[in-house]
């Protein structure tokens, strides 16, 4: 494992990212964290996941669909960035593991629950449902998760706004950290506090899409 190429990236593309765009950040302060954690964000495209390397200052692993692994050129320059595959069309115990170790070693993971791109009323912060599993990872790892919501990642597409002239507005939000459900007590206790997690992280996006309006 390296993160030289992510460390690259980042590095080589501050100046750019400063020169054509022009965010706004709410709380920004809640990415913050202390490592190892989770980060759970909507997907509405490619273009998030440079959002959030470019605003969340730990490095991010992040999880990507397996189908994205067997493109040719696309594939290693993910692995190349620590990035890693899940299968969704069947119960992954590999990769969970994957998950648990990088958080075990101190790394921070970051994950789309909503499964794959998601626009229109499909998205979560539209009233949109994500995928189960994240509440159980937090738990069994024993780390928080960070919402994060991003919007107008469709604005990066073409030449054009990769100019030097500010003219890509775009925003990211942050929720408030979630910690990992305690122990509970009673009837599915597991099962009740995985769901909690999730119940919980679908309000935050949501509520912090809303906050931070539809892009600035």
């Known amino acids: 494992m390296s993160d030289a190429i992510y460390d690259l990236l980042c590095a080589g593309g501050r100046p750019v990212w400063t020169l054509c765009t022009s965010p706004t950040v709410l709380h920004a302060e809640r990415a913050k964290l202390p490592p190892p954690f989770l980060v759970a964000a909507n997907h509405e495209g ?15 692993d992040f999880l990507s669909i397996v189908e994205v692994f067997s493109r040719p050129l696309l594939g290693p320059f993910y692995r ?47 009233g949109g449902r ?18 994060a ?3 107008g990642g469709e604005r990066f597409a073409g030449v054009r706004p990769w100019l030097p002239t500010r003219s890509v507005r775009y925003g990211v939000a ?24 999730e119940r919980g992280l679908a309000e935050q996006l949501r509520a912090v899409g809303v906050s931070g309006g539809r892009g600035p």
Do not use: K, Y
């Not at 190349?80 to 075990?104: C, E, K, Q």
């Not at 122990?183 to 099962?191: I, N, Q, V």
């Open 130 to 147: 994500i995928r189960p599993g994240l509440g159980g990872l937090a738990r069994l790892a024993g780390v928080p998760v960070l919402p």
């Open 46 to 60: 490619p273009f998030d996941i440079p959002m959030l390397m470019r605003h969340v200052p730990q490095r991010l």
């Open 80 to 126: 190349s960035m620590n990035a890693f595959p899940l299968d969704r069309s069947r119960p992954d115990a590999a990769t969970v593991r994957v998950i648990l170790d990088r958080l075990a070693r101190g790394r921070c993971v970051a994950m789309f629950p909503e499964g794959g791109f998601r626009r229109g009323r499909h998205r979560v912060t539209a």
């Open 149 to 151: 919501v991003m919007a």
């Open 174 to 197: 942050f929720g408030e950290a979630m910690d990992p459900p305690a122990d509970p007590a009673g009837e599915r206790p597991f099962e009740l506090a995985f769901e909690a997690v």
